[in-house]
């Protein structure tokens, strides 16, 4: 083999490798400033009967009400064997408003986004009433957003083990709220500690005010108090 073959096929070797290389960077490294979508690497575990939130949103903030959004369980295909089948949606967003008629029959009624958070590319969602019947991977997709990553996926887990979390609907904080979660739970102690304050104040100015009235009609009234140490007559 002359020296020239050699250095021609190692250059390509090394010519296929970067071009491997590039392309892999290319799919995987997100360009800067493209929104994404990003949903949870964590399971959402909850018992039966909870009401649950699948987080999923945009980064950075991007507004999607005139966009459609589709929520599924890309566990469940269509059945081969019916050509007429199509995939059912756990909840679908298209139009800026929900469309109910390609939706799972069991989901009916118990799933809703968060509609007023949309603009701020919140798109989680909420399923009410979960049972085991819900465990599975739920997929959130917007196959029109100028993006190479549309999709995400998050896992639920309906554990009969799991403690029961809640008795109402989750709700999400408010966006404008900037107060501390942990400051909002001193609140009730605070309110406590300074009523009893002003509990004890009043007292002790209640009590002061009474001697000090007892102290004045004894003033008033000297005689009485010279009467009571005067001795009976024998």
């Not at 929104?35 to 575990?45: A, R």
């Not at 109402?168 to 009893?196: F, G």
Request: net charge negative; hydrophobic share 40%; charged share 25%.
């Amino acid at each position: 083999m002359s020296l020239n073959n050699f250095y021609f096929k190692d250059s390509s070797f090394f010519s296929l490798r970067t071009f491997l290389l590039c392309s892999a960077l290319s799919v995987w490294t997100p360009v800067q400033g493209e929104v994404l979508v990003i949903g949870s690497n964590l399971p959402i575990i909850a018992a039966p009967g909870d009401d649950v939130i699948l987080p999923c949103h945009l980064a950075p903030t991007f507004d999607v009400q005139g966009l459609t959004v589709e929520w599924s369980k890309p566990d469940l295909k269509p059945d081969p064997s019916d050509r007429l089948s199509r995939v059912e949606y756990v909840h679908l967003y298209r139009d800026r408003k929900e469309v109910p008629d390609m939706k799972m029959a069991s989901y009916f009624r118990r799933t809703e986004l968060f509609m007023d958070d949309m603009k701020h590319g919140n798109i989680s969602l909420k399923i009410l009433n979960v049972s085991e019947e819900d465990n599975g991977r739920y997929r959130c997709f917007i196959p029109k957003l100028q993006s190479r990553v549309k999709a995400a996926v998050v896992e639920l887990v309906v554990d009969s083990n799991f403690a029961k979390t809640s008795e109402t609907p989750l709700q999400t904080p408010d966006p404008q709220d900037t107060t501390p979660t942990n400051a909002r739970s001193r609140v009730p102690v605070v309110i406590a500690v300074v009523t009893l304050l002003l509990v004890l104040a009043l007292a002790g100015f209640a009590a002061y005010f009474s001697r000090h009235i007892f102290h004045q009609t004894l003033k008033k009234h000297p005689e009485d108090d010279e009467t009571e140490k005067q001795p009976l007559p024998v």
